[in-house]
């Protein structure tokens, strides 16, 4: 038997999870699949937006990996220094693979970034998807909207996408997602008319995929605007034949957008390009009231050049959505100018050899990059690399279940069954409330719930 621990239960340690065991060249591989939070599914749970109903549907087959007959989903277990060091863990397993992520945000790295309402865009994702390492004060009633007006989003990837179409949703569409209850309420009093989503680079390097741009042109009561002088400053604008096709057809939409006429609709989401942030300034009270922009040129080679000229544009909120970026593990080696492990095909490179046992998968080998598909072939590769390893790995002889050397180390995971009592008590909390699944969005909650199955015989 060749015993396997995954750490991370978002789709790149599942899919991991099921290249180990789906397979026919080493026979009996365990998985043991480690997540630090009671729920699994990562970002498909905690990222997806919940209007994205049909994406987070993936949940149903990640399930049925997690379901099989030689996975286990343990939740609540904590990989670190103060709780179960790598060595520790791979003492444990015949070999571990890391799916971790990539748990942080960059930084702009401007004046004024930390001013009040001043977030980064993951801080808000966190909230309204019932994270619950979310803000503390995001419980507050009118957490993140409050007095806001306007807001202004930094970075034209899908996440800014995700935000500024999260900012501008009406309480009607919001109420069949499974969002938690208080940042719903928040969102459907919310008197945010305007978002200006902000991108340093022309509209042909936007990093948003076309489905997600047009949906933004879908959204109830809500005009897009897009200046036309401003997109004409990317060459390709004129004729975007030669791009790439991703972004051909976004400069396609855009133009299509930009020839509408106004429709003079209650909300407005701004799409400017070309504007590098070099500040966030405060208003009365010390509270964000505007962001400042530099207007850049493009270079011809896809890059931009500064160009002198300033714009302030005016928001109360600043969603800073300009990527993820991994976090070390202390005790795995880390390259901090990639936000990666330093990986071989997947096995992690200790001063530039292969370390035995161990590997890693997803975001954290290749950052921060891709949709959720790209993690499959991603966890394949790795996988093979595990399996080619396998006949040396076995070799080591283990002490007996993991799970009771977890307990002895302190953890209290929670198994499946403590999984679907969460999901059964998410189901109730939304009958209770006249909604569908409502997600509980506190850890007390979450064990609590997860306790639940063990009075159920
Ligand atoms: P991203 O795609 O890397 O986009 C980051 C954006 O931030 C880019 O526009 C980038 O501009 C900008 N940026 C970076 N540093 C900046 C700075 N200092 N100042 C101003 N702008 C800056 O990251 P993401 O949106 O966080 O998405 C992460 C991954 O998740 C992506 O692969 C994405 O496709 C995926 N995702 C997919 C979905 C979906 O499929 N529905 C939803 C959410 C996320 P430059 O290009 O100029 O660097």
């Known amino acids: 038997m060749l015993h396997v621990a995954v750490v991370g239960s978002g789709p790149s340690g599942v899919y991991a999870a099921q290249s180990l065991v789906q397979q026919d060249r080493v026979p009996d591989v365990r998985v043991?699949?480690?997540?630090?939070?009671?729920?699994?599914?990562?970002?498909?749970?905690?990222?997806?937006?919940?209007?994205?109903?049909?994406?987070?549907?993936l949940q149903n087959n990640l399930r049925t990996v997690l379901e099989h007959e030689r996975v286990r989903f343990l939740g609540a277990v904590e990989i670190g220094p103060g709780a179960l060091p790598p060595a520790r863990l791979l003492g444990l397993y015949h070999a571990v693979v890391y799916c971790v992520g990539a748990a942080a945000d960059r930084r702009l790295g401007v004046p004024g970034e930390d001013l009040p309402g001043s977030y980064s865009a993951t801080e808000f994702v966190s909230w309204y998807s019932a994270h619950p390492d979310a803000l503390a004060d995001a419980s507050a009633p009118d957490a993140f909207v409050r007095d806001v007006e306007s807001a202004v989003v930094?970075?034209?990837?899908?996440?800014?996408?995700?935000?500024?179409?999260?900012?501008?949703?009406?309480?009607?569409?919001?109420?069949?997602?499974?969002?938690?209850?208080?940042?719903?309420?928040?969102?459907?009093?919310?008197?945010?008319?305007?978002?200006?989503?902000?991108?340093?680079?022309?509209?042909s390097q936007a990093r948003f995929t076309t489905k997600e741009l047009r949906e933004l042109g879908a959204l109830p009561d809500t005009e897009v605007l897009v200046d036309p002088a401003e997109l004409a400053l990317d060459p390709a604008y004129a004729d975007p034949s030669g791009l790439p096709a991703a972004s051909r057809r976004n400069v396609e939409v855009l133009r299509g957008w930009a020839e509408r006429p106004a429709r003079g609709l209650p909300r407005r989401l701004r799409l400017r390009f070309f504007l590098r942030p070099v500040a966030l300034v405060a208003g009365a009270g010390g509270?964000?009231?505007?962001?400042?922009?530099?207007?850049?040129?493009?270079?011809?080679?896809?890059?931009?050049?500064?160009?002198?000229?300033?714009?302030?544009?005016?928001?109360?909120?600043?969603?800073?959505?300009?990527?993820?970026?991994?976090?070390?593990?202390?005790?795995?080696?880390?390259?901090?100018?990639?936000?990666?492990v330093p990986h071989a095909a997947g096995r992690v490179l200790r001063d530039g050899v292969p370390s035995p046992g161990e590997y890693v998968a997803g975001w954290i080998k290749r950052g921060p990059t891709g949709v959720i598909g790209t993690n499959r072939p991603c966890a394949k590769e790795t996988?093979?690399?595990?399996?080619?390893?396998?006949?040396?790995?076995?070799?080591?002889?283990?002490?007996?279940?993991?799970?009771?050397?977890?307990?002895?180390?302190?953890?209290?995971?929670?198994?499946?069954?403590?999984?679907?009592?969460?999901?059964?008590?998410?189901?109730?909390?939304?009958?209770?409330?006249?909604?569908?699944?409502?997600?509980?969005?506190?850890?007390?909650?979450?064990?609590?719930?997860?306790?639940?199955?063990?009075?159920?015989?």
């Open 32 to 57: 043991d699949v480690l997540d630090r939070l009671p729920c699994p599914y990562g970002l498909v749970r905690y990222g997806v937006a919940p209007d994205h109903e049909k994406i987070k549907s």
């Open 154 to 203: 930094i970075g034209v990837g899908n996440v800014a996408v995700d935000v500024a179409r999260m900012l501008l949703r009406g309480a009607a569409e919001l109420l069949p997602t499974d969002m938690p209850h208080a940042a719903l309420g928040v969102l459907a009093q919310s008197r945010v008319r305007e978002v200006s989503m902000v991108g340093r680079r022309g509209p």
């Open 287 to 340: 509270r964000v009231a505007g962001t400042r922009f530099e207007r850049t040129l493009p270079d011809g080679r896809g890059g931009v050049t500064a160009s002198g000229a300033y714009e302030d544009i005016p928001g109360q909120l600043v969603l800073r959505s300009v990527g993820y970026r991994g976090v070390p593990i202390e005790g795995l080696p880390f390259d901090p100018d990639r936000g990666t």
């Open 383 to 457: 996988a093979q690399s595990l399996l080619d390893d396998a006949p040396a790995l076995v070799r080591r002889p283990l002490s007996g279940d993991p799970l009771t050397a977890l307990r002895a180390a302190g953890q209290e995971p929670v198994e499946w069954p403590g999984w679907l009592a969460i999901e059964h008590a998410e189901a109730a909390l939304g009958h209770s409330l006249g909604r569908g699944i409502v997600k509980i969005p506190d850890w007390a909650g979450l064990r609590t719930a997860a306790g639940g199955m063990r009075d159920t015989p």
